[in-house]
């Protein structure tokens, strides 16, 4: 993954850490988005198409809304391992300006030598509070949405 993107010139850029994550996200999230859309009965996208809706029309506004807790679930899944991604901000990011929390702490406040433990605990809470007010938010629709992936019934 270095060596093509170094061929196409987008290390140490924003566009080129969120290509990087998306490589690594995608794929997981489509296998767990196919397990919620084969929970859907296929009798109702046919009597949707008897009754004349098309394609589109089916997948937006009958099959979307039945999956909306399964895409909400891997939503926040997706976010959480973004924001918690090391390897690929620590490999891909030089400059300081551009770099991920979780690398500018490593790099900036924990040393060989000395550590300064209340810098690192301070902007590690401030560095949670996104990710709990968002799990705080959805966690009716995380739950909802876990649990149905798991059951085929």
Same mark, same amino acid.
């Given at each position: 993954?270095?060596? %093509?993107?170094?061929?196409?010139?987008?290390?140490?850029?924003?566009?080129?850490?969120?290509?990087? !994550? !998306?490589?690594?996200?995608? /794929?997981?999230? %489509?296998?767990?988005?196919?397990?919620?859309?084969?929970?859907? /009965?296929?009798?109702?996208?046919?009597?949707?198409?008897?009754d004349g809706a098309g394609r589109?029309? %089916? #997948?937006?506004?009958?099959? +979307? /809304?039945? =999956?909306?807790?399964?895409?909400l679930a891997v939503g926040i899944?997706?976010?959480?391992? +973004?924001?918690?991604?090391? !390897?690929?901000?620590?490999?891909?990011?030089?400059?300081?300006?551009?770099?991920?929390?979780? =690398?500018?702490?490593?790099?900036?406040?924990?040393?060989? #030598?000395?550590?300064?433990w209340s810098l690192v605990n301070?902007?590690?809470?401030?560095? +949670?509070? /996104? =990710?709990?007010?968002?799990?705080?938010?959805?966690?009716?629709?995380?739950?909802?949405?876990? =649990?149905?992936?798991?059951?085929?019934?």
């Amino acid at each position: 993954l270095y060596a %093509i993107m170094g061929r196409l010139g987008i290390i140490n850029t924003r566009g080129g850490l969120i290509f990087a !994550l !998306l490589a690594t996200q995608v /794929p997981f999230c %489509i296998i767990l988005m196919a397990s919620f859309f084969a929970n859907i /009965p296929r009798d109702i996208e046919e009597a949707a198409f008897v009754d004349g809706a098309g394609r589109w029309r %089916i #997948l937006f506004t009958i099959v +979307t /809304p039945l =999956v909306k807790s399964g895409l909400l679930a891997v939503g926040i899944y997706a976010f959480l391992m +973004t924001w918690d991604d090391y !390897l690929h901000a620590a490999t891909l990011i030089q400059s300081d300006e551009l770099r991920t929390l979780s =690398v500018g702490i490593a790099l900036r406040y924990l040393g060989e #030598l000395s550590y300064d433990w209340s810098l690192v605990n301070a902007i590690s809470i401030i560095g +949670t509070i /996104p =990710v709990v007010l968002l799990f705080f938010f959805f966690q009716k629709y995380m739950i909802k949405g876990l =649990v149905a992936g798991a059951v085929k019934g």
